[in-house]
């Protein structure tokens, strides 16, 4: 059975903001461009015109942003995209950092 609760006008609540990571790609001289392409569409979720952009960027730079997610989530794509690095014979790498809020 539903409770009807009745809740006053202009309360304050307080929500626990999750702390967010940044996940960066970071550039190697091996692993193929189209393979990192293929890693920011499929695991960032990337068109592949931002991929493409992204991709170049770390070519160029040394390191780029892929996303910024929770710590599990940001956590689980570096694993991913490790991974899938090795069984294809890749070194691609990544860095996680904290972002200030
Ligand atoms: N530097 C690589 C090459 O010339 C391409 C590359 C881009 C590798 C981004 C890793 O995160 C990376 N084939």
């Given at each position: 059975m539903k409770?009807?609760?009745?809740?006053?006008?202009?309360?304050e609540i307080s929500i626990d903001q999750p702390e967010l990571y940044r996940?960066?790609?970071l550039n190697d001289d091996y692993t193929t461009m189209d393979f990192v392409v293929h890693v920011l569409m499929t695991i960032f979720e990337k068109s592949k015109?931002?991929?493409?952009?992204?991709?170049?960027?770390?070519?160029?730079?040394g390191?780029?942003?892929?996303?910024?997610?929770?710590k599990e989530i940001a956590e689980t794509k570096v694993a991913q995209v490790e991974s899938l690095a090795r069984a294809n014979?890749?070194?691609?790498k990544c860095s996680i950092e904290r972002d200030d809020q």
């Open positions: 409770e009807r609760v009745f809740l006053e006008e202009e309360q996940v960066y790609l015109v931002e991929a493409t952009r992204i991709m170049l960027y770390v070519h160029r730079h390191k780029g942003l892929a996303g910024i997610y929770p014979g890749f070194p691609l």
